[in-house]
């Protein structure tokens, strides 16, 4: 199995606003191609956006649907405020679907 | 009327929410006789001040925007030393003299972060360096991700909503006495009810008064899609973090104020005046704030 590690600060001047967002979902995007699975590293991040979120996890759980969170994307170097505001935000997008 | 023929604006320290809005309202310059005050001078009198907030700086920010877009030479006179100091420490006048906003100097008063022009370039910086600017002048060890996620989406809904003609303006400051960090984001767009019946209107679904139609832009997902990629999480993601530290959020939107207070509870009005656009005040209460938290190394599943 291949993975391949995505630390969030080199990719993106921010976490606030879509174009951060936009430039996280680019990296996830190529590295799908080519590699199993994802680590997103959180390192020194304390805080995400909506709008980060909604170009960056959003629009990959558009594109490929919830599964490929399930399967191939993990987090770490995340303090519990991140992983609770991702969760938060992945729970959010579940309760907007249709059933 | 002065010799010059030129406008007198006496700024005031309102704590009436009516009357700051009568007084935005009635000095904006699309309301100045021009007749009366031909000169392209106007002047910001200060001799009426006492205690100026974050949330009188904000609007006072996009008001002077608004005279300095018309061509205006904005002036800041009689200040009481106070007033004088507070403003100096961090650079208004520099603000009025049209330098460059977003680059100032630190301030002389570490309690007061510089007022911030909103602009799209700049979004991802202004929150991250508030919340380090505070923590490391104050809150050594405490965590403030709550002030600058609620900076960022405020004033990405500045972007995607407000339709302002003018930048919106940010200015944040603390209290010690009251242990509060004021913050304040505030535009002179078309209002969050306009918006929202206008959406509504555009979807041939009926409008609503405007206290619902703001209650109804806080509800989850629910968003009026100026862009593609708004999905209605914002409100709720600043509202959880206020609740979460035990603080308070005044949002005041056109004719309609809405209120979080620090027990929880809500409180809503239909104000008598129109706020020209939107003002937003979160009071973080200082005590409540969290502990740095320690990075964890593990891996772990998000869904």
Known sequence: ?99 | MSQDKAKTIFVIDFNSIESHIKWIISNRVHNLDRRQFPSKLVKFDFQRCRNLKPYHIAPLACLIHEYQAKGYIVKLINSPDNIKAYLESFHFNQFCNKENINNFPAPTDPKTLPLWRIEKTATSVYPAQAQKYFENNHFNGKDLFALSLSLAELMNNVFDHSESKIPGYTFTQFNSSRNQIITCVCDFGIGIPYKVNHYLKQINKPTIDNLAALIKSFEISFSTLSRPHNRGFGWDNIFSNVKALKSKILIVSNNAMYWILDNGSEKTCLLKGNFPGTSVVIYLDSRNLPLKEEELTDELKIF
């Open chain 1, 1 to 99: 199995m291949k993975t391949e590690k995505i630390i969030i600060k080199d990719i993106t001047s921010g976490t606030t606003s879509n174009i951060d967002g936009l430039n996280l979902k680019i990296a996830i995007i190529s590295s799908l191609d080519r590699t199993d699975n994802i680590i997103l590293s959180f390192e020194g991040i304390s805080a995400l956006s909506s709008s980060f979120l909604n170009s960056s996890i959003g629009e990959i759980v558009d594109q490929y649907g919830f599964d490929i969170l399930k399967d191939r994307i993990i987090i770490t170097n995340y303090t519990s405020s991140i992983a609770n505001n991702i969760k938060w935000y992945i729970n959010n997008l579940r309760h907007t679907e249709y059933h």
